[in-house]
Nanobody, 130 residues
Framework: QLVESGGGSVQAGRSLRVSCAAS????????MGWFRQAPGEEREGVAY????????EYGASVKGRFTISLDNAKNTVSLEMNSLKPEDTAMYYC??????????????????????????WGPGTQVTVS
């Protein structure tokens, strides 16, 4: 089970942190990702982190502004979002992909964090930037 928290409404330029608590799934050696989906849009991969080694990768639209991190003691993955823009407004989802790590050590395919590669999903938390 994955449960997100920390969403809300903020002004452009401000920061927000969303977190995801994982339970009932293997937390170690797992791809943990954050995705977002705005109304009428496809689900977009924002970032992932590999719990086995903490390697991470970011989508182009958030690179340099967002940071994904782990708290292994709490089985939690967080996304720190800085310099938020109105176009960051979306429902943010936490997802897990046990056993997905590619031979090259990535949780993505050719640099794209794909929703279809992740098996477990949280219900989402809304982030609104105005």
């Amino acid at each position: 089970q994955l449960v997100e928290s920390g969403g809300g409404s903020v002004q452009a330029g401000r920061s927000l942190r969303v977190s995801c608590a994982a339970s009932g799934i293997t937390y170690s050696s797992n791809c943990m990702g954050w995705f977002r989906q705005a109304p009428g849009e496809e689900r977009e991969g924002v970032a992932y982190i590999y719990t086995g080694g903490q390697s991470a990768e970011y989508g182009a639209s958030v690179k340099g502004r967002f940071t994904i991190s782990l708290d292994n003691a709490k089985n939690t993955v967080s996304l720190e979002m800085n310099s938020l823009k109105p176009e960051d407004t979306a429902m943010y989802y936490c997802a897990a992909a046990p056993g997905f790590l590619t031979g090259g050590g990535y949780c993505s395919i050719r640099g794209t964090i794909r929703a279809r590669d992740y098996n477990y999903w949280g219900p989402g938390t809304q982030v609104t930037v105005s």
